[in-house]
């Protein structure tokens, strides 16, 4: 098993910035990949970022590009995502996510065995 905890959500206004972390305990040695996705209430749940187990790739939605960045721990125990020039349509549940039956990179939410309880990002116009 492996346990996920989010932390780092909260208000902030259009334009600013705040960082996400996610931390792994349990079985993570068995895990290829560890992302973000979001969810908005009364839409599916999106891939966000991912970043190679490696830490050395790293992948995109095209609607953070330039304005967000994902990044690891070399003990690969910690997520982080950081989002700067935040916009209101930022606003979502964040999830940390892992499994070891897909590829770092996938960006279906399927394919992911563990989530955490999420944390809410809301961005104020």
């Known amino acids: 098993q492996v346990q996920l905890v989010e932390s780092g959500g909260g208000l902030v206004q259009a334009g600013g910035s705040l960082s996400l972390s996610c931390l792994a305990s349990?079985?993570?040695?068995?895990?290829?990949?560890m992302n973000w996705f979001r969810q908005v209430p009364g839409k599916e749940r999106e891939f966000v970022a991912a970043?190679?187990?490696?830490?050395?790739?790293?992948d995109y939605a095209d609607s953070v590009i330039g304005r967000f960045t994902i990044s690891r721990d070399n003990a690969k125990t910690t997520v982080w995502l950081q989002m700067n020039s935040l916009k209101p349509e930022d606003t979502a549940v964040y999830y940390c996510?892992?499994?070891?039956?897909?590829?770092?990179?996938?960006?279906?939410?399927?394919?992911?065995?563990?989530w955490g309880q999420g944390t809410q990002v809301t961005v104020s116009s």
């Open positions: 349990g079985r993570t040695i068995r895990m290829h990949a």
């Open positions: 970043v190679s187990w490696s830490g050395g790739s790293t």
């Open positions: 996510a892992a499994t070891g039956d897909a590829d770092w990179g996938n960006r279906n939410p399927n394919k992911y065995q563990y």
